[in-house]
């Protein structure tokens, strides 16, 4: 196998360690995380997705209190490309994805990162493991706007990375 390809694989597999890791839970039906993240964020998530499924835009939720904005609320997060995309599924799995998926992306993106910084592979993979899996976004299952938001942080990194090495106008405007 050549070096493109065992990077590739290793993307692939920080992509899906993370549903393995996780397949206890979500193959007996429990939702990937408690406390706030059953209470509060999958609720607002799941109001988000069912407006969005009727056809309307997810402003208001009739449910919370006496009603509260759902559009302004970063938890629901009912504009965010990744959860839009998941709005024809099932709430329940919707917000398993969502999870998922945020935790492969963040691994595989701090891969890619370290890889741009000249890491050695088995060292970015390493990293991109300990990020996705490890102590701290598994902590906080509950606290999932912070799990959905973590691939943004490796990759604001490459593309300040990006632009560094190779800074223009333009690069700056993007």
């Given at each position: 196998m050549t070096r493109a390809g065992r990077h590739r694989l290793a993307l692939l597999l920080l992509l899906a360690l993370p549903a393995l890791a996780h397949a206890p839970a979500w193959l007996d039906g429990r939702l990937l995380g408690s406390g706030d993240a059953a209470a509060l964020h999958y609720p607002l998530r799941a109001a988000a997705w069912q407006a969005w499924r009727a056809g309307d835009l997810p402003a208001w939720n009739p449910w919370?209190?006496?009603?509260?904005?759902?559009?302004?609320?970063?938890?629901?997060?009912?504009?965010?490309?990744?959860?839009?995309?998941?709005?024809?599924?099932?709430?329940?799995?919707?917000?398993?994805?969502?999870?998922?998926?945020?935790?492969?992306?963040?691994?595989?993106?701090?891969?890619?990162?370290?890889?741009?910084?000249?890491?050695?592979?088995?060292?970015?993979?390493?990293?991109?493991?300990?990020?996705?899996?490890?102590?701290?976004l598994v902590g906080h299952l509950s606290d999932t706007a912070a799990i959905v938001a973590a691939p943004t942080l490796p990759l604001l990194l490459l593309a300040a990375e990006s632009h560094m090495n190779r800074a223009t106008l333009g690069r700056a405007a993007g």
């Open positions: 919370t209190f006496s009603g509260m904005p759902l559009l302004a609320s970063y938890r629901a997060g009912a504009l965010y490309p990744p959860a839009l995309a998941l709005s024809p599924l099932p709430p329940f799995w919707a917000f398993q994805l969502l999870v998922l998926a945020s935790l492969g992306a963040a691994g595989a993106l701090t891969a890619l990162y370290l890889r741009r910084l000249q890491a050695l592979p088995v060292g970015a993979y390493a990293a991109g493991l300990c990020f996705a899996l490890g102590p701290y």
